[in-house]
């Protein structure tokens, strides 16, 4: 697997550089945000170990600019404690977290994790826009389109939308939504998925009360209904709505 490390700890990098080499990986590194923009358009890897503390930038923006140039998988690693931070990276993009100090060991075992759960959410990840019908998901800008208009999602949003989007006319359970937004097992509470669920149908249904693209299946979890544009009017059926309860 080819590993980039992007964290200002020179001696933290060079070691887990050299273990990590020794496991058989092929590990870039770099200190800073420039340095680890060009290792990364360079080399292209698998999965990026994060420390969020870069001093020249933003790691996260830098993580979301470089994901448009090129998808890799981000393990972020953090001396904050506060779950709060946790949340903040995981809503930002972040496919798992992992607090300072850590064994190389419990490193590993992310490592390995994220690359298990890349694989079977993922396969062969889906592109960042697709497109369902008449409605399109933008994963990567955290935008919608529906009929020639433009929504904005949140991370969660656009994450959850891009998650039902990939499997159309398929259910996605709660379990299954909790693992690829949050990232931890079965976990979580069905009350925030059925809000998140609710906000997105306020942004892209006509009539969020009687919903024909984002439907529930009860007692098991939600489907993103695939319509052909063919069988819509070729109006849009926010205004057609309106005009309906005028």
Known sequence: ???????????????????????????????????ARREWEEHKPDLVILD??????????????????????VLVVSQERNVHDEVRCLEEGADDYLRKPFFPAQLLARIRAVSRRGRSTLLLRPPAVITVGPLSIDSLHNEA?????TVHLTPTESKLLHLLGVNANNVCTAGQIVAHIWGFGNEGDASLIKAHIHHLRQKIEPDPAN????????????????????????????????????
Not at 7 to 31: C, F, I, N, P, Q
Not at 145 to 149: A, E, H, L, Q
Not at 223 to 236: D, F, I, M, P, Q
């Open 52 to 73: 969020t503390a870069l001093k020249d930038t933003d790691a996260l923006a830098l993580c979301r600019e470089m994901r448009a140039r090129h998808d890799a998988l």
């Open 145 to 149: 389109r529906i009929f020639g208009k």
């Open 211 to 246: 919903p024909r693209y984002i439907l529930t299946v009860p007692g098991v979890g939600y489907t993103l209904v695939r319509h052909s544009e063919k069988a819509e009017t070729g109006e849009n059926p926010a205004e057609q709505g309106q005009r309906a309860s005028g």
């Open 1 to 35: 697997m080819k590993l980039l490390i992007i964290d200002e700890d020179r001696d933290l990098v060079e070691m887990l550089t050299s273990w990590l080499r020794t496991l058989g990986h092929e590990v870039r590194r770099a200190y800073s945000g420039d340095q």
